[in-house]
């Protein structure tokens, strides 16, 4: 099978595989597809945040602590390495292995980011 590389195309088509799978997941499905109602729209906005980080594009324009801070009732560390379990999978499986390995460091420095904002606060 021809792997993925790290270009706008790639991105594009991780990031389709990769909700395709958090959307049929039956921990993570739920959440997602109770928040989101515009797919394509949510689609663009990841592959946009992936060309930023990956690219330094300059794409994205958005705030992820807020968007997942709205959801912090249904959001926990445990489900964080779900998420980043299925990253990791579908990295492995469809990207050129370098960029798999670029991909699934990046998205753990971020969860973890993520998580010190959502559940380490001292300020709530
Ligand atoms: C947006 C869930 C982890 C990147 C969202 C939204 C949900 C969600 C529900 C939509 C928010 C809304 O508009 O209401 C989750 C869950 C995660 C997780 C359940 C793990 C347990 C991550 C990780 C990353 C990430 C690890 C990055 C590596 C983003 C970005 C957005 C987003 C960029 C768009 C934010 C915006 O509106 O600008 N996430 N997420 N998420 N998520 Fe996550």
Known sequence: MT????DDAGL???????????RADSELGPIFNDAIDDWPHHLEKLVAFWSSVML???RYKGQPVPAHMKHRDRI??????RWLGLWKQTTDELMEPDAAI???AKAARIAESLQLAMFFRLDR
């Open 56 to 58: 330094t594009s300059g």
């Open 102 to 104: 670029a991909l699934q």
């Open 76 to 81: 926990t560390p445990e489900l964080f390495d």
């Open 12 to 22: 594009e088509a991780l990031v389709e595989a990769f909700y395709d799978r958090v």
């Open 3 to 6: 792997r993925l590389e790290l």
